[in-house]
């Protein structure tokens, strides 16, 4: 059960009305995430606090590795994800869980500035022999605003079946 919709904040119009199934997930099908822009400031936040490497917390110390500048740690990026993902999709889905991610890979750096946009591919569906939910294999992307991709990861989600 959900709590009630706090009345003081405006109604997203952003998200599907309609809560998703797992009898919704589609082979193929692509589903945007949004996007999210990533600040100097947050990247450093959250590099101080989970990832203190000279490349994520220093910009003059960045500026002489092999990357030339500040760049977000990868597990920031990966976060960043995870919000578009639970926010535009999770969260308006009969969702029971995952057991967890197959890969997850970095094949550029993220700096400040960048706008990145989510994105995943459902790969495969298939219902559970032993439990009433089905399971959906996915390939999420992240790309920066000059459409150059910055992570990918393969995950599986547990969805409950439409009530009958």
Do not use: C
């Not at 904040?9 to 082979?27: C, G, I, K, M």
């Not at 578009?84 to 967890?100: H, Y």
Request: net charge neutral; charged share 15%.
């Amino acid at each position: 059960m959900r709590a009630p919709r706090d009345p003081s904040r405006p109604a997203r119009t952003d998200v599907a009305p309609l809560t998703r199934y797992y009898e919704d997930f589609h082979v193929g099908e692509l589903i945007y995430l949004g996007d999210v822009q990533v600040s100097q400031a947050d990247m450093i936040g959250f590099a101080q606090q989970y990832d203190p490497q000279p490349m994520h917390i220093d910009p003059n110390a960045a500026s002489f590795t092999i990357y030339g500048g500040l760049i977000a740690s990868g597990w920031h990026t990966g976060a960043l994800f995870m919000s578009l993902l639970v926010r535009n999709l999770i969260a308006q889905t009969s969702s029971l869980g995952s057991p967890g991610m197959e890969e997850l890979n970095w094949p550029a750096p993220v700096r400040p500035g960048d706008t990145l946009t989510g994105q995943i591919e459902v790969l495969t569906t298939r219902r559970s022999n032993s439990r009433p939910m089905g399971i959906v294999r996915w390939r999420g992307h992240m790309r920066n605003q000059d459409g150059q991709l910055v992570m990918t990861t393969i995950g599986t989600n547990f969805f409950g079946l439409k009530p009958a």
